[in-house]
């Protein structure tokens, strides 16, 4: 079983930034996939961004990309998630998954469904 543990949420003023971390027990082919999605009250989950962990290939959720960076820490499995520009429409809760890589394609709006089957507690990002 893959555990997830996220970190770096918090409160942040708009136009500000945040980095999130999500420390991962093991890279195998079966949690070479990972990535961000996220949730608000009221609001349907959203993938925000993923990473072919065995060449760093990211995805990215249209409402993010330019702003948002995924990267990893191969030695620490680990995946970090920068934020910049960040706007009053982030606000949510984000969770870190794991899943299985189809070839090198890990979908970022497939990272809330069954194709990422490992997932964190999640993370509060608020944004004012």
């Known amino acids: 079983h893959v555990q997830l543990v996220e970190s770096g949420g918090g409160s942040v003023q708009t136009g500000g930034s945040l980095k999130l971390s999500c420390s991962s027990s093991?890279?195998?082919?079966?949690?070479?996939?990972m990535g961000w999605f996220r949730q608000a009250p009221g609001k349907e989950r959203e993938g925000v961004a993923s990473?072919?962990?065995?060449?760093?290939?990211?995805y990215y959720g249209d409402s993010v990309r330019g702003r948002f960076t995924i990267s990893q820490d191969y030695v620490k499995k680990t995946v970090y998630l920068q934020m910049s520009s960040l706007k009053p429409e982030d606000t949510a809760m984000y969770y870190c998954?794991?899943?299985?890589?189809?070839?090198?394609?890990?979908?970022?709006?497939?990272?809330?469904?069954?194709?990422?089957?490992?997932r964190g507690q999640g993370t509060q990002v608020t944004v004012s």
């Open positions: 998954a794991a899943g299985r890589a189809e070839g090198r394609w890990c979908p970022v709006e497939a990272t809330f469904s069954n194709l990422f089957p490992y």
């Open positions: 093991e890279y195998t082919s079966r949690s070479n996939c």
């Open positions: 990473i072919y962990t065995g060449d760093s290939t990211p």
